[in-house]
């Protein structure tokens, strides 16, 4: 009797050790994910930003305005972009960033209607979506950051080859992509402004496109070239494509009877300003654009904005940001594009 009294105290004792470990390890279980799910919480923001493409000065420069902005209000920055200029790149890189569960995308886009899908799944799980320099569609988006007036943007670069040509002959476009949002945009306002009566001995032979890819802008400038002999000027709305065709232009002895204006880094077109290949050009500073996309990105997980017209926010360096009207969607207003030319590109060839 004494032994069978023995086990049966022995089996109760045995139970409850395991009971109370079970109890130990399920409150130590409880205590992590509460100390996870807090420091995931008190932790720094990730706000990530996907470029066009790899290899592209512009972007990188944006890329570094939008680190240092997102750093200065305290979150993590998170940069990429795709090989090539694709919208199915771009769409991979998206799906990834949903699963890392991002704070805030902010996009570049290479189309701006078939990253819908993806952005919108994007939103639904409650990332903050904004696009900069090329818009994706307003269904896609909070808001995007505009780099500049698109009109007078397309309309400034017709005044600028019609000057250098003296108002007669044939030019052409060298574009980057053809799906690219904000360069159909400021094309649709170069043709919009040749059918002004002053423009009527100017003809838009071609609109060529080079996807940003600085080999392909090169023989597309070149073909450009040999397919209109009587060529007396090239626009080129995109940094590749712009220093590719100073390239061609130079190296074949045409500097004087090809004219060529566009949007330029001063750092890459400085040897053709300077040889007179491209009289002038224009652009903004696009690591401002990124910084200002940084702190709009910021501005929208911190509740400060939700996108909608009349919301503002402080921008860093940039001052005070208001939201605006953008057709159905809505955006934030940069400022105006700014002249490069032989007095000035000395000075900011050092800068960007």
């Not at 052409?172 to 002053?198: D, G, H, R, V």
């Not at 609109?207 to 090169?218: C, F, I, M, Q, T």
């Not at 903004?284 to 919301?311: C, H, M, Q, S």
């Amino acid at each position: 009797m004494k032994k069978w009294l023995g086990i049966f105290t022995a089996l109760i004792m045995m139970f409850a050790v395991l009971t109370a470990c079970n109890v130990s390890t399920s409150t130590s279980t409880k205590e992590e994910k509460t100390t996870s799910s807090t420091d995931k919480k008190s932790g720094p923001k990730k706000h990530a930003i996907v470029f066009k493409n790899t290899g592209n000065p512009y972007g990188e420069k944006m890329m570094e305005g939008f680190e240092k902005a997102v750093k200065e209000a305290g979150g993590e920055a998170i940069l990429r972009s795709p090989d090539q200029p694709t919208a199915e790149g771009q769409i991979q890189i998206i799906e990834q960033l949903i699963t890392q569960k991002v704070d805030s995308i902010t996009i570049a886009a290479n189309d701006k209607d078939a990253l819908e899908p993806v952005l919108k799944k994007a939103m639904d799980q409650g990332i903050k979506v904004l696009s900069v320099d090329s818009a994706v569609n307003e269904k896609s988006r909070m808001v995007h950051v505009n780099q500049a007036n698109p009109e007078e943007i397309g309309k400034g670069q017709v005044k600028a080859i019609a000057e250098m040509i003296g108002g007669k002959g044939e030019i052409a476009i060298l574009s980057a992509t053809s799906q690219a949002t904000n360069q159909n945009t400021w094309i649709e306002y170069m043709k919009k402004e040749l059918e002004k009566p002053e423009y009527k001995d100017i003809k838009l032979v071609k609109v060529a496109y080079g996807d940003d890819l600085r080999d392909k802008s090169v023989s597309e400038a070149e073909a450009l070239l040999k397919s209109y002999p009587n060529l007396q000027g090239i626009i080129a709305p995109t940094t590749v494509g712009i220093a590719a065709a100073g390239k061609v232009i130079t190296d074949k002895g045409l500097i004087g009877k090809v004219k060529l204006t566009g949007l330029g880094l001063p750092s890459e077109m400085a040897t053709y300003i300077e040889n007179g290949a491209c009289p002038w050009m224009f652009l903004w500073n696009p690591i401002d654009v990124g910084y200002a996309a940084g702190y709009t990105a910021a501005a929208l997980t911190d509740g400060k904005i939700t996108g909608k017209v009349g919301d503002s926010f402080e921008a860093g360096k940039m001052g005070k940001q208001t939201v605006v009207e953008d057709g159905k969607g809505t955006q934030v207003m940069l400022g105006e594009p700014f002249k490069f030319d032989a007095k000035n590109i000395g000075e900011w060839k050092k800068v960007y």
